[in-house]
């Protein structure tokens, strides 16, 4: 119990785009390229900013359990 509010309270503390980014792969399961047709953005700039929320996520689930 206590995992899951560290991870909500870790993907709330990101930055909005890399939180809407998250949050639109990870838990509606969507893919880049309709991502990318949503927020008018390269797939790739969608994948460096999915993988640096990850990156802070799993720093912040690190450091705070």
């Not at 969507?30 to 949503?38: A, P, R």
């Amino acid at each position: 119990r206590r995992n899951i509010s560290g991870r909500k309270l870790a993907v709330a503390r990101l930055p909005e785009v890399q939180r809407t980014v998250f949050s639109l792969k990870y838990f509606d399961d969507m893919k880049y390229s309709e991502i990318s047709k949503m927020l008018n953005t390269s797939e790739g700039a969608l994948k460096a900013s999915y993988h640096l929320a990850v990156k802070k996520i799993s720093e912040y689930l690190h450091l705070n359990n």
